[in-house]
Nanobody
């Protein structure tokens, strides 16, 4: 079973940047599509970005397009989320997730993903 550990969260002013990292415990990670989700207080967990197993395909929520970039380094068993031009509404706990199924199109729905990290808090002040 893959274990995922997120890091890189913190407090940043609006307009600033953060880079989240997610480290996987197993090399089978390299076969999995990966995604970032987030959950703000009182709200449901929502999709942010996803990347397929070889990094050749990505998908983004409309709210983060042009500001966030998902990437992966399979040699390091890691996936990243570069977040630029942060807004207060980006404040949430960010979760890394892995989809063990091989799909033609990368998934964006949370129930599709098999493994989850514990989350990292991102707070954007105005």
């Amino acid at each position: 079973q893959v274990q995922l550990v997120e890091s890189g969260g913190g407090l940043v002013q609006a307009g600033g940047s953060l880079r989240l990292s997610c480290a996987a415990s197993e090399r089978t990670f390299r076969l999995y599509d990966m995604a970032w989700f987030r959950q703000a207080p009182g709200k449901e967990r929502e999709f942010v970005a996803a990347i397929n197993w070889n990094g050749g395909s990505t998908s983004y929520a409309d709210s983060v397009k042009g500001r966030f970039t998902i990437s992966r380094d399979n040699a390091k068993d890691a996936v990243y989320l570069q977040m630029n031009s942060l807004k207060p509404e980006d404040t949430a706990v960010y979760y890394c997730a892995a989809d063990a199924a091989r799909r033609a199109v990368v998934a964006t729905t949370r129930w599709t993903f098999d493994y989850w990290g514990q989350g990292t808090q991102v707070t954007v002040s105005s």
